[in-house]
């Protein structure tokens, strides 16, 4: 009988999931285990890193997720990275989030993890740092969530003059042309930014 090496999987898991993070339910659902042997291989791991000082990430619990994490006794290096101006890439969550923003602004975060289907809150923080979005205004009605747009920053690294001369998309787009566009948009960005 093959030995299932449940922590390895459980950090790939983490992995993958980068900033979006999964919570005990999803681990379990993927490992096929209890929710209780899910958190107890979490758990594990978690002391694993911490005890080890020679690793230099941890696994953290944010909003209800479990995700991986640089430990702050590095900040200052992490800092030198972000403000190199080699440092341009964006992960997948947040290249989607962007096109959501740049095509349905000003669009609520709610709105926004209605059309993703997921979680969005740590790649709205990635294009903020990055000032490609920024917050512009609160919506009507009960909550008065955040509204977010594009900012000047996100017309220079496209070089468009307005948001008007983004690529049109259809008024009644099916799902396949709509995922095309979008990696249309996400190849041009990469292009514009890794150049």
């Known amino acids: 009988m093959e030995i299932i090496n449940w922590k390895s999987i459980a950090e790939s898991l983490l992995f993958a999931a980068g900033d979006e993070g999964l919570t005990i339910k999803h681990i379990a659902e993927v490992l096929e285990v209890d929710e209780l042997k ?23 619990q944010l909003a209800g997720t479990y995700q991986l994490a640089t430990k702050k006794e590095n900040a200052t290096y992490l800092k030198r990275l972000v403000d190199s101006p080699n440092t341009t890439t964006l992960s997948q969550a947040a290249l989607e989030t962007l096109a959501i923003i740049a095509y349905k602004q000003p669009i609520t975060r709610t709105e926004i993890e209605e059309i993703r289907g997921v ?10 740092a990055k000032a490609l979005i ?20 996100f017309l220079d690294y496209f070089g468009l003059k307005n948001i008007k001369e983004l690529p049109l998309l259809p008024e009644k787009a099916d799902d396949e042309y709509v995922q095309e566009e979008a990696d249309l948009f996400f190849e041009k960005f990469n292009e514009t930014i890794n150049s």
């Open 38 to 60: 899910a958190n107890e291989i979490i758990e594990e791991l978690k002391k694993e890193y911490e005890k080890d000082k020679h690793r230099g990430i941890m696994i953290v």
């Open 119 to 128: 979680k969005t809150e740590r790649p709205l923080h990635t294009l903020m």
């Open 134 to 153: 920024k917050e512009v205004g609160r919506a009507e009605g009960t909550g008065r969530a955040y509204l977010y747009g594009t900012t000047r920053e």
